[in-house]
């Protein structure tokens, strides 16, 4: 029982550092923000 305790534990302690550490390092390191312009918006034309 205390294994899957631990196992548990493990798996929310990972999923939770994957949401918070991604967001730091999207913010802090590569500075993503809604603002920026994807290629398919900026040079739109209206052609397929």
Same mark, same amino acid.
């Given at each position: 029982?205390?294994?899957? +305790?631990?196992?548990?534990? $493990?798996?929310?302690? &990972?999923? +939770?550092? &994957?949401? +918070? &550490?991604?967001?730091?390092?999207?913010?802090?390191?590569?500075? +993503?923000?809604? $603002?920026?312009?994807?290629? $398919?918006?900026?040079?739109?034309?209206?052609?397929?």
């Amino acid at each position: 029982m205390d294994a899957v +305790l631990i196992m548990v534990g $493990a798996f929310v302690g &990972y999923i +939770l550092m &994957y949401k +918070l &550490y991604g967001k730091f390092i999207g913010r802090k390191i590569f500075n +993503l923000s809604n $603002a920026n312009k994807t290629p $398919a918006v900026e040079f739109e034309d209206g052609k397929d």
